[in-house]
């Protein structure tokens, strides 16, 4: 399979999350780099939610996520150092669709292992197909379980 681009998860992702308020962040002279793709309000939340999306393959038992730049790295760690929230969605693509799993207010020691995956049991399943025999109408997007994985 070739290269999949991260814009057909952005697209993906934006055709499920229906009203709930979200902002794309576009990478443009003078920004700031690093700065996550998403800005999305998770039901009942007061601030938004910093989300950097990622590609994903499954590489023996680990899922691993497209390049992961220093500068997201650093972003990241620097918002939890100040007390934030955010997260990691990498997207999997899949003969159904796309399965999305989280990676809840990623430290730096954990992000800067990216290119060996992730666990499994570092990540929550956001979407997931609700009947794998419909196809890819069926895949749903769990913004609860988005939100009870983030501590929220």
Not at 22 to 45: F, H, K, M, Y
Request: aromatic share 6%.
């Amino acid at each position: 399979m070739g290269r999949i681009p991260e814009q057909d998860l952005r697209g993906w992702l934006n055709g499920r999350l229906g009203s709930t308020w979200r902002t794309w962040v576009e990478p443009t002279a003078g920004s700031t780099t690093g700065t996550p793709d998403l800005l999305i309000l998770l039901p009942g939340q007061a601030l938004p939610l910093p989300v950097e999306l990622k590609v994903a393959r499954v590489v023996r038992d680990r899922l691993r996520p497209s390049h992961v730049r220093p500068a997201q790295v650093r972003w990241h760690e620097e918002l939890a150092r100040s007390g934030g929230k955010s997260c990691l969605l990498l997207g999997v693509p899949s003969s159904i669709g796309w399965m999305a799993y989280v990676l809840a207010s990623p430290r730096l020691d954990v992000l800067r292992s990216w290119r060996s995956g992730f666990h499994p049991g570092q990540l929550t399943c956001v979407a997931r197909p609700a009947n794998p025999a419909i196809g890819v109408a069926s895949l749903v997007l769990d913004l609860a379980g988005w939100k009870r994985c983030m501590g929220m």
